[in-house]
């Protein structure tokens, strides 16, 4: 089985991933990424390579960044250690300090239990399927053991917040002055920079989830647990609510009314206004093929196109990487802003997402009316032969008689399972009721075809 998924390495923290992992891991990566023309150019001259390490909060975050700091430094590599910071944080510090590759230690929005290892190159980009896999066969071969004077350093990465929230700062088009904000940062790696932020701002600013003790990230808080965050905003009057994960590289909110707006409604939000300012590269968006309908009835009524990629932020940003395209994104709230970060980023999308509103003098839920969400089924067919799902003739034509009864106003998605042997069937209509019937439809016939 493959060690890298989708996200970097992850799974349960002295199960799967093991201190002993980590310090193999962090050796391997500096085998593979010490090979590039610009390191070979600077140990050519004499300097030793520089890696910026972060984590979450997780308690097992301790051990495993040191592990990986361990890796790094035994391996000749000098290790900045910029402590609890966001995902998107480390990301933009390796291009700030224009570092060789960084490495975050977090599990995102799994549960404490869970930890993972991301490792992004030069300039913040994730790596390559081919590079993690040239990684992964390193961590079997020989490992750089230099020595005296010639091993890694590990410093205190001193400043590191500090710089983030500068730069997130600089990326405002106005201030947020006049707006109550209810953060909720999931008791993660946001729960400290994420309300200097928003105040430094210009916010009011009240904050729940930023109480960390290593065990509780995303504990019924965050992106994922949005009930306490629409509670406060109700109870406090506030403007509108916004929720990070574990590691702070989602966004979602809720408006005034205790509402949830996930992501395709941010990204709706944003590509108009982007359009409008003139920097939305192409009048066009990036989202994944899971993306509510309603973002691409919206996206068209206002001369935006869509461009669709697989399921996954990662297919996102290599689509906007390859085409140079200023914002896409998923509907979990992982938003890319490609021209102030090489990742999703929850800061720096609900820092833009509350601009817009002081910018418009609009309530969030005005805002978010330029797209409607149409209502959305998703079934998992279990026990089926998954990968006979693209070509079984009764199972298209079931979902071509779908597809004619719906028209414009619905889509039909089947999708095998990457982990599992199962068939996701996701339906999408005009009314719930429709679009439950024709899910189960579909499933039964998935159920009959594929059985294994």
Do not use: W
Not at 35 to 54: I, M
Not at 153 to 159: C, G, P
Not at 417 to 423: A, I, R
Request: charged fraction near 20%.
């Amino acid at each position: 089985m493959a060690l890298f998924g989708t996200d970097g390495v992850r799974g349960l923290a002295n199960g799967i991933l093991t201190a002993d992992l980590a310090l193999s891991l962090a050796q391997a990566t500096a085998v593979v990424l010490g090979q590039g023309r610009t390191a070979e150019a600077r140990k050519a001259q004499g300097k030793r390579l520089t890696a910026v390490v972060a984590r979450d909060p997780r308690v097992s975050g301790e051990f495993l960044a040191a592990a990986v700091s361990a890796g790094l430094a035994s391996s000749g590599v000098d290790v900045l250690d910029a402590g609890v910071i966001p995902t998107p944080a480390l990301a933009f510090l390796v291009a700030d300090r224009d570092a060789d590759f960084g490495v975050m230690v977090s599990a995102s929005h799994n549960p404490a239990p869970d930890n993972g290892i991301k490792i992004f190159a030069r300039g913040g980009v994730k790596l390559p399927d081919v590079v993690e896999q040239r990684i992964e066969a390193a961590m079997s071969g020989e490992k750089l053991l230099p020595t005296g004077a010639s091993v890694g350093r590990i410093q205190r990465f001193s400043d590191a917040e500090d710089r983030y929230v500068v730069h997130l700062l600089g990326s405002l088009p106005n201030q947020l002055d006049g707006l109550h904000v209810v953060l909720d940062c999931a008791n993660g790696a946001a729960s400290g920079v994420s309300p200097e932020t928003f105040r430094d701002a210009g916010a009011e600013v009240t904050v729940i989830g930023a109480d960390p003790d290593g065990m509780n990230i995303n504990d019924g808080v965050g992106s994922t647990h949005l009930d306490q965050l629409a509670e406060a905003v109700i109870r406090l009057g506030a403007d509108v609510g916004i929720a990070h994960d574990g590691d702070a590289d989602r966004c979602l909110a809720v408006d005034a009314d205790g509402k949830a707006i996930d992501g395709d409604q941010i990204m709706a939000i944003l590509a108009i206004a982007m359009k409008e300012r003139g920097h939305l590269t192409d009048d066009t968006l990036v989202a994944t093929v899971m993306s509510n309908l309603g973002l691409h009835v919206a996206m068209r009524e206002h001369g935006i196109t869509v461009r669709q990629t697989a399921v996954g932020d990662r297919y996102v940003l290599e689509d906007m990487n390859a085409n140079g395209y200023a914002l896409g994104g998923e509907q979990s709230g992982h938003v890319i802003m490609s021209e102030f970060a090489t990742t999703g980023d929850g800061l720096l999308t609900g820092l833009h997402l509350v601009a817009e509103m002081a910018h418009q003098k609009k309530t969030l839920a005005e805002l978010a009316s330029v797209m409607t969400v149409y209502p959305q089924v998703l079934t998992n067919v279990p026990g089926v032969d998954k990968d006979r799902v693209a070509d079984d003739h009764g199972v298209q034509e079931a979902v071509r008689t779908v597809e004619q009864a719906l028209g414009d106003t619905g889509r039909v998605l089947l999708r095998k399972s990457g982990t599992e042997p199962l068939v996701r069937v996701m339906v999408e209509a005009a009314d719930a009721e429709s679009a439950q019937g024709y899910a189960q439809q579909l499933a039964d016939v998935v159920k009959e075809r594929l059985a294994l």
